[in-house]
């Protein structure tokens, strides 16, 4: 790997405990100890790109993401155990051969059998789309090692622990959204109190939340931020309702959810539509067990009518577009136009429109910023 301090060539008996032989420095992360196969100037060239240059400010779920996507996209499904099934083969056929033995020819075609299983089961996908670090995890053996190394966060991202609690309201300005305690808001606001709010947006995720308090969008234009469908219902506002969720089962019900708690409101899912993601390249799925919809979830996602079945069964298998996988200035830039029309007096045709969903996401993407790095 290369030293991210004097950008030497370094082997693994010059970088014993995390330290440089040469400039007798440390740094955070080794790509041999680490399991996302991580080093500090890789972590600091995705940041860069994340963050637009550092023109926005990102949370670590996001980074979590972008350092993911290389290794959602390849299979570790039996790995070691592939290599060693066909090398434990090809010894045993040729001690065999020359020992006569046939007791070792039937072992090696065992071996051999075992090697193409697990070969065709990494060409069928097992394995593919399962993090190597849970999103949960990723703090502690990313950001912590980071911090002990640098003293803070990379540049541009948040403090994780400022978003631990509570949801954002449409208080406070975008100055203080910007503040050192960037989702200072989602813990302090109480959006069923919130005066001057002219909307609602929906969101779960609650980092996604201190993203958007962190640009000051929910203040910009007057949106309460909450996080389900009975949040929304209370809080006092007759202004439309912009639903924003992941690319999943869990999403889908979600707006079903809110437009059944708030009958005759405007509600805009301004979630990624399902087949508009899955046909862009650069898009990267991934896979949850813990999260996997039962058979109701099913039977009610198959009664919408607007999934084919193809697409109901690789919900149903746990597959998923999770908001922090978007580049973050393109989320920012879409939702941003979509509560500018919809939240600040857009025309009766512009907001049907809009509940349609064509204002939401555009068919063509731009470059991904990260892509495969």
């Known amino acids: ?19 440089c032989t040469h400039c007798k420095r ?19 060239r995705i940041t860069t790109a994340l963050t637009d240059g550092g023109r926005i400010a ?42 006569e033995a046939p007791a070792l020819l039937i072992a090696s075609g065992a071996l051999l059998i075992i090697g193409l299983g697990i070969s065709v089961a990494r060409v069928m996908g097992a394995g593919k789309g399962i993090p190597p670090v849970v999103r949960e995890g990723f703090p502690a053996l990313v950001l912590s ?51 001057g709010t002219t909307g609602v947006l929906v969101c779960p995720d609650r980092a996604v939340v201190a993203f958007l308090v962190a640009d000051g969008l929910p203040a910009r234009h007057g949106l309460a931020v ?11 506002s007759n202004g439309p309702v912009l639903v924003l969720h992941d690319t999943d089962a869990d999403g889908e019900l979600l707006v079903r959810g809110v437009r059944e708690a708030l009958p005759g409101r405007t509600v805009v899912d301004v979630g990624p539509p399902l087949r508009t993601v899955r046909s862009l390249p650069q898009a990267v799925p991934y896979r949850d067990p813990r999260r996997r919809p039962g ?17 109901l069964k690789w919900l149903g298998q746990g597959w998923r577009f999770p908001l922090v996988g978007l580049p973050p200035a393109r989320l920012l830039a879409v939702v941003d136009r979509v509560a500018g029309q919809v939240s600040h007096g857009a025309d009766p045709d512009r ?3 809009a509940d349609l969903g064509f204002l939401t996401w555009p068919e063509a993407a731009g470059p991904d910023p990260v892509g495969g790095r």
């Open 1 to 19: 790997m290369i030293c991210p301090h004097c950008e030497r060539n370094l082997l693994r008996k010059e970088r014993t405990g995390n330290r």
């Open 295 to 311: 058979p109701a979830d099913l039977r009610i996602l198959t009664a919408l009518g607007t999934y084919t079945p193809e697409e």
């Open 226 to 236: 909450v996080r389900s469908p009975a949040e929304a219902a209370a809080v006092p």
């Open 58 to 99: 990102i949370v670590p779920d996001q980074l979590w993401y972008a350092l993911s996507r290389k290794r959602l996209r390849d299979s570790d499904f039996g790995q070691g155990c592939l290599g060693g099934a066909f090398a434990g083969a090809g010894f045993a056929t040729v001690v065999a051969l020359f020992a």
């Open 145 to 195: 090692p980071w911090r002990s190394v640098y003293g803070g966060l990379p540049p541009g991202v948040l403090d994780p622990s400022a978003y631990g609690t509570g949801t954002a309201g449409a208080a406070g300005s975008a100055n203080s959204a910007r503040s050192a305690d960037p989702a200072g808001a989602a813990g302090a606001a109480d959006p069923a109190g919130a005066e």
């Open 26 to 44: 440390s740094y955070a992360l080794d790509p041999k100890t680490n399991p996302l196969r991580l080093n500090d100037l890789r972590v600091r």
């Open 351 to 353: 907001r049907r429109a």
